[in-house]
């Protein structure tokens, strides 16, 4: 325990204790003067700093480097990249006099509806915690804390400052927490960010659950918890369950609240000496000196937010080869769209930053193309409004001049508005298919924040980049990749369904009489298509290169603890550009006794290649990657047997695979009782014993004695609870007597 907080600690009055657990206005906590204790001060932005000139709330703010949203740095599938992008975040944070740093957010991406997921990474819980763990070690490498967002089941703008996310804990726990523990595991953030919604009838903010039992209990958290702004609906609760600070503030209202149990014994002052002493210690945190980067400057900066979009954009089709385009070859090329001349760099809310360079699409294109070639530019669209026939048919004009087209479509995102469909704008399909429809080297640029549908004009173009909300050097990347200054390494964080009723969450999304159900349980994203064979339009993982690999000699090397492994596999550039491809590594449990996806992803790996060059990638893999959490007895674990290993270039391109058997040390019994199933206690040695104890004593049946004995009970019995099977033995209750003291003598019940 560092001794400066707990001095701190002890000089504190009552009063100043609980100043300290509420924000002293909207973006810091409180500066104790007389101790010498100074405010963190926050701001909004996971892809970058959003420090707001004024204490108000989403007012104008600092400028600051403008990094692509999540969707697009998850894209990027590169965790030292997106660490360098943490550690010039972190020294941007430092310069603008910033502490903390309100991000990542890591919510998964159960509905391509959710208004937040362009600040979200993956629909996978395993990728989402790799990158969030490398956003957040970047960052916290300056000396600058992170906030981990928002904990938990907060997949909504729908009602989210009430709705219940109704979850069930194994679902919990394998895919809404894991991306959590993950990271709280491998980077230590700072803080946590309570959510604004229940979970399951509890406000996350209230949850002792969440906030004590887990959080601090299992996973060993020692860093501080706050809510999301306005979030808190009883403090005393809310610090009791272990929220430790109420932003934003002041909250004069919780003070009282605190003040009033405390003085009353309804609240153990200790509650309150321990959220604070939690606050204190990322006081004392920011306080350390820091080596940061002392070449940072905005045009460094931007070539990174550059690099991240280059590698963040996802090459979803490229039908005959038309990308890249050879300048040297091109007389002519149309561009179109508004969004080329005023570029989607990222969503609405409170992560909007004010960027502090700006790139244009159309002008990176023009700079790049050859000075003989002819360009012919048309808007298309304005913004959001319906289709404008005059401005189509100026589209439409440019597009039959031309010999290629690059056309810019897709939409923003918002935070606190659900999207209420999956389409483009009805005025950028009917561009799109019209466009199309005059010129065949129609190459769609897409920026959104989450999946799209393009069931009514995919056919009708042959190549189709996805750019996400890029950033702002974004325009530039866009501009590389399209004429091979850059090879697209990108591969898709989400699955692209055809058609929204495709998705796994369609029939409780958002949700109503404030209950959000996750009915699809563990089903989420490619673990859903995987198990009802549904083709995807763009699967999980998917991206294409301008170059090709190959997948050869995969080997399984078996370390000295169970569950750890090494897979080994041969990358080859087999093309003629230089490229990089990202290796997956999925598993699969086809023996569990608990359902189970078809497989899910447990490592990954991008490997860079000049052509013809060869490299061997490694994934290390633990008892951890096998296992499932078992709600029975309260904890992970893994079942001896088979286990597939899936090595592909997305979830559907499986290029290797190897079936292994594993053994693993027996899990603790469950808890049996009357009510178990006679399954359930065949399938132990105890439970087992117990049956053939009563076998023994009190069946009056012989052929059914000796069925129990030679262990040829099926079906019909073994779907009993074991009460009735009891009854079944004996009709005048000498079994039952007999269970009774069996289970006193076996269980001690």
Not at 256 to 284: C, F, H, M, T
Request: hydrophobic share 40%; net charge negative; glycine share 8%.
């Amino acid at each position: 325990m560092s001794s400066q907080t707990e001095q701190w600690l002890e000089q504190l009055t009552l009063d100043e204790k609980i100043r300290l657990c509420a924000g002293e206005n909207m973006w810091s906590t409180a500066q104790i003067e007389r101790l010498g204790i100074p405010p963190l001060f926050m701001a909004d932005g996971p892809h970058g700093v959003r420090k707001e000139k004024s204490d108000i709330l989403l007012g104008v703010s600092e400028p600051a480097t403008c990094f692509p949203t999540a969707s697009a740095l998850a894209s990027t599938w590169n965790v030292e990249l997106i660490e360098q992008i943490g550690t010039g975040l972190g020294t941007e944070c430092r310069r603008l006099d910033v502490q903390l740093l309100l991000g990542p957010g890591i919510n998964m991406k159960r509905s391509p509806l959710c208004g937040r997921n362009f600040e979200y990474y993956s629909e996978d819980p395993y990728l989402s915690g790799e990158i969030g763990a490398a956003f957040i070690q970047g960052v916290q490498s300056q000396g600058v804390g992170t906030t981990l967002k928002h904990f938990a089941c907060y997949n909504t703008e729908f009602e989210r400052m009430t709705i219940s996310s109704e979850v069930d804990e194994r679902v919990m726990r394998e895919i809404y927490l894991a991306a959590f523990e993950r990271i709280i595991k491998k980077a230590e953030p700072w803080s946590m960010m309570a959510s604004y919604n229940k979970v399951n009838g509890t406000y996350a903010t209230e949850s002792k659950f969440l906030l004590t039992d887990v959080l601090r209990g299992e996973w060993g958290y020692t860093g501080f918890v706050m809510s999301d702004w306005l979030a808190v609906q009883n403090r005393v609760k809310a610090l009791e369950a272990g929220m430790d600070l109420e932003m934003p503030g002041p909250a004069l209202s919780g003070a009282r609240a605190l003040k009033e149990a405390v003085l009353s014994g309804a609240l153990p002052e200790q509650s309150l000496n321990d959220a604070a002493r939690n606050i204190l210690r990322a006081v004392e945190k920011s306080m350390e000196p820091a080596n940061t980067n002392p070449d940072w400057s905005f045009e460094t900066a931007h070539g990174l937010a550059r690099a991240a979009a280059e590698e963040g954009i996802v090459l979803l089709r490229n039908e005959g080869g038309i990308l890249p385009l050879d300048r040297t070859q091109l007389s002519s090329l149309a561009v179109i769209g508004r969004n080329a001349k005023f570029p989607l760099v990222q969503g609405g809310g409170s992560a909007k930053i004010n960027p502090a360079k700006l790139d244009i699409p159309f002008d990176e294109i023009r700079n790049l193309v050859d000075a003989r070639t002819d360009i012919f530019y048309a808007d298309g669209y304005m913004d959001k409004a319906a289709a404008d026939l005059n401005l189509i048919a100026e589209a439409v004009k440019a597009a039959g001049m031309a010999d290629a087209v690059l056309l810019f479509v897709g939409d923003g995102e918002d935070e606190g508005n659900d999207r209420e469909h999956m389409d483009l704008p009805e005025s950028h399909v009917q561009l799109l298919q019209a466009v199309a429809a005059v010129n065949r080297n129609c190459i769609v640029i897409l920026n959104n924040g989450s999946a799209v549908e393009m069931r009514r004009w995919i056919d009708s173009v042959p190549a189709i980049l996805e750019a996400w909300l890029h950033g702002q050097a974004g325009g530039s990347a866009i501009a590389n990749i399209v004429f091979g200054e850059a090879n697209p390494s990108g591969k898709l964080p989400e699955t692209f369904p055809v058609k929204l009723s495709d998705n796994p969450s369609y029939l409780n999304f958002p949700g109503d009489q404030g209950r959000t159900v996750y009915g699809e349980g563990l089903f989420i994203g490619y673990r859903y298509y995987d198990r009802k064979q549904i083709e995807p339009q763009f699967p999980f993982g998917h991206g294409l290169s301008y170059t090709t690999f190959e997948y050869s000699d995969l080997q399984i090397e078996r370390k000295r603890e169970e569950g750890e492994l090494s897979v080994s596999v041969n990358i080859t550039n087999s093309g003629h550009r230089a490229g990089k491809e990202i290796v997956q590594l999925y598993i699969g449990d086809p023996q569990c006794g608990l359902v189970r996806p078809d497989k899910e992803l447990k490592g990954f790996a991008k490997v860079d290649l000049a052509p013809g060059e060869t490299k061997t990638v490694t994934i290390d893999l633990d008892k951890r990657d096998f296992s499932y959490y078992d709600p029975k007895i309260g904890d992970w674990a893994a079942d001896s047997g088979s286990f597939d290993l899936f090595i592909g270039a997305s979830s559907q391109d499986i290029r290797l695979s190897e079936r292994i058997e594993l053994e693993f040390a027996s899990k603790p019994v469950p808890p049996l009782n009357e009510y178990s199933l006679l399954k359930e206690w065949l399938s132990t040695d105890q439970g087992a014993q117990a049956v053939r104890y009563l076998a023994e004593h009190v069946a009056e049946d012989s052929h059914l004695k000796e069925m129990i004995l030679n262990g040829e009970l099926r079906g019909f019995f073994q779907e009993m609870p074991l009460y009735r099977f009891v009854r079944l033995l004996s009709k005048d209750g000498t079994a039952a007597r007999w269970s009774d003291r069996m289970m006193e003598d076996l269980f001690g019940q």
